[in-house]
């Protein structure tokens, strides 16, 4: 029933995790793909050859989008190599520890960086363009932390409060563009992201417990709600936060 045919999508961090599912994902709603990766390369170039098994076309650039100028690449490479960007999904996001009263600066700084001024860079290249087209559809993965807070973990949580917010404003201020801007926020997810933490098995399923659906989401479990919102389907849907935790945080 969902069909993004011939669109044309960006997803930043989209080298493992809720990412590269969501990057399977589109391809398989027939979505050409661009992802962004900072690191890993064979990951990166792996989940484009996904894409391309889905018989679509598939990018992945280098880029640290939390840079202004990686994130101006990012939207041209794509604009010269597809002509339009039609669904940007900022997905890139680092989670540490971060204890108040003895975190540095440097840990507070970096995840700012990352998770907040990542995805503003990424909108400001990007809506330009989506505004030319008079249509789009805007992404933001947050996460229940940015709306109840997570102890030792406030920096975190502050980027992600701000995503919300941000998420917000610019839908009231495109929706007359006709660009959908809407958050997908998880709670925990079986990713890598969550490796150290998951390595206590005990800790998994006492969290696992506290989840009504009783369940730890996959990251798959995350990137069919952002397919969702990327569609038609949702046309009528803008400055929403999705709740994509089980139940387990009941806020919208």
């Not at 027939?30 to 990951?43: E, L, M, P, R």
């Not at 400001?124 to 997570?150: C, D, W």
């Not at 709670?187 to 969550?194: E, H, Q, S």
Request: net charge positive; hydrophobic share 40%; proline share 3%.
């Amino acid at each position: 029933m969902i069909s993004l045919w011939n669109q044309v999508v960006v997803i930043t961090g989209g080298s493992r995790g809720i990412g590269a599912a969501a990057a399977i994902q589109f391809a398989k709603a027939g979505a050409d793909v661009v992802i962004t990766y900072t690191k890993n390369a064979k990951a990166a170039n792996a989940v484009i050859e996904s894409v391309k098994n889905e018989w679509r076309d598939g990018l992945a650039i280098k880029a640290d989008v939390s840079k202004p100028e990686n994130a101006k690449k990012v939207v041209q490479q794509t604009i010269k190599k597809f002509g339009k960007i039609d669904i940007l999904v900022n997905n890139a996001g680092i989670w540490t520890y971060g204890k108040i009263g003895s975190m540095s600066e440097k840990v507070w700084k970096q995840t700012m960086q990352v998770n907040l001024d990542g995805m503003f860079y990424m909108c400001n290249a990007v809506v330009p363009f989506m505004k030319e087209q008079h249509s789009g559809k805007i992404i933001n993965i947050s996460s229940t932390a940015g709306q109840r807070g997570e102890a030792e973990h406030s920096h975190y949580a502050a980027s992600k409060g701000g995503m919300i917010s941000f998420t917000k404003a610019i839908a009231t201020e495109l929706g007359p563009f006709n660009i959908n801007v809407n958050s997908v926020a998880p709670g925990w997810v079986d990713t890598d992201l969550n490796d150290s933490v998951f390595s206590d098995k005990k800790y998994k399923e006492l969290e696992r417990k506290k989840i009504p659906i009783q369940r730890i989401p996959t990251a798959d479990d995350i990137a069919g709600p952002i397919i969702f919102l990327a569609s038609e389907l949702s046309r009528h849907i803008t400055g929403e936060i999705m709740n994509v935790n089980g139940g387990s945080v009941l806020v919208g």
